[in-house]
C-alpha cells in the first residue's frame, strides 16, 4: 500500500524518519493515488486537509506531533507508536477504518477569506464553508486561540494555551450573544464569555469542553459559558481539563444538529485552533464524511 504524506509546521522530520523505518512504508506525491494519507503534525494540519479528504474519500492516519494533538487523541492515536501500529494493521488489512463526522461552517458574512494550507495551496478559495474535526469557538476561547498562535511553537507546544488562556480571562468582557437550536428561533442577545461547538471532546491540547461529544453520533454538543465575575471564571477554567465546568450555572450545555449562532457585532471564529471566519454562522454535522485508520 502507498500512501501520500502532508507535513505540517515545526520538527516534524524527525517523527517522520522514525514512521519510515518502522513501517517501510511506501510514498507517492499524489494523494489521488494513495491508498490512505498519513498527516504529521496537529490539529491545525489536519484541518486545514479535511475538505481534500473529504472530497477524494481517502483514509487519514494522523501521526501526533503538533501542538495541540486532540484530534488523534479522540480516535486514540496518542503516540508515534500508536500510529506505527496502526498503519501495520491497515496494511495487512487487519485494521478497522472508523467513519467519523465533522462538523460545518456556514458563514452568513460573506465569502470567507482565503486561507492557506501550510503547504502553500489556498482552501477553496471564496467559500463560506468549512470542515473542522474538533470544536469550533466564539469568544473567550477565539482570542486565546488567535493570542496562543502568535507564541513560539515550542511554547504553544507545552502548554501554550493554558498560559494565554490565564493572562485572557482577565482581560476579556462579556460580549451580546444569541443561539438558535435545530431551526429555533434564536433568544435574545444574551451577555455571554465564549460558546464552544464540538464534534470531539477536547481542545487546547486536552482541555474536555464538551466532555460528552462523540465523534459518530451525528450531533454537535454546544457548551456556553454565560456571563460571570472574573474570580469565578479564573476558578472555573482548570476544571475544564476534567469536564466538570458543566457544573456551574452559568455553563449551559446542549446537543443539535444544527446551530445558528450571531453576535451584535462581528466575532473570530476559530476551529481546531485555526481562524475560519467571523459571526454570524451556521453550523452542522457531515456525518461519517471522514474515514480514520485506527490502531486496534
Not at 79 to 93: I, M
Not at 101 to 125: N, Q
Request: aromatic content about 10%; glycine content about 10%.
Amino acid at each position: 500500500m502507498r500512501a501520500a504524506a502532508i507535513l505540517g509546521p515545526g520538527h516534524v522530520s524527525k517523527a517522520f524518519a522514525a514512521f519510515q523505518r518502522a513501517t517501510d512504508i511506501q510514498w507517492t506525491s499524489l494523494i489521488e493515488q494513495a491508498d490512505a494519507v498519513a498527516i504529521f503534525g496537529g490539529d491545525g494540519t489536519v484541518h486545514h486537509q479535511l475538505a481534500t479528504l473529504v472530497e477524494l474519500d481517502v483514509p487519514l492516519l494522523v501521526v501526533p506531533c503538533g501542538s495541540g494533538n486532540d484530534f488523534a487523541r479522540a480516535v486514540g492515536l496518542r503516540n508515534l507508536s500508536d500510529s506505527v501500529g496502526a498503519w501495520r494493521q491497515f496494511a495487512t488489512g487487519a485494521a478497522g477504518v472508523l467513519h467519523v463526522d465533522l462538523g460545518v461552517i456556514r458563514s452568513l458574512a460573506g465569502e470567507a477569506p482565503i486561507r492557506l494550507a501550510p503547504d502553500g495551496r489556498s482552501l477553496r478559495a471564496g467559500s463560506a464553508l468549512h470542515y473542522f474535526c474538533c470544536v469550533a469557538g466564539i469568544g473567550l476561547d477565539s482570542q486565546i486561540n488567535k493570542r496562543a498562535n502568535e507564541l513560539p511553537r515550542w511554547v504553544r507546544a507545552h502548554g501554550g494555551y493554558a498560559l494565554t488562556a490565564t493572562r485572557e480571562v482577565f482581560r476579556f468582557a462579556p460580549f451580546p450573544m444569541k443561539i438558535s437550536n435545530n431551526g429555533k428561533a434564536a433568544a435574545a442577545f444574551r451577555p455571554t464569555m465564549l460558546a464552544a461547538v464540538a464534534n470531539a471532546p477536547n481542545y487546547g491540547g486536552g482541555m474536555k469542553i464538551a466532555p460528552r461529544a462523540k465523534l459518530d453520533d451525528g450531533k454537535l454538543d454546544l457548551c456556553t459559558v454565560r456571563s460571570m465575575g472574573t474570580l469565578k471564571l479564573f476558578c472555573l477554567f482548570p476544571t475544564v481539563f476534567f469536564g466538570r465546568h458543566l457544573g456551574f450555572e452559568q455553563v449551559e450545555y446542549e446537543q443539535a444538529e444544527r446551530l445558528g449562532i450571531e453576535t451584535e457585532y462581528p466575532f473570530d471564529v476559530y476551529a481546531d485552533g485555526e481562524f475560519v471566519c467571523q459571526t454570524p454562522v451556521e453550523f452542522s454535522v457531515a456525518t461519517k464524511a471522514l474515514k480514520v485508520i485506527v490502531f486496534e
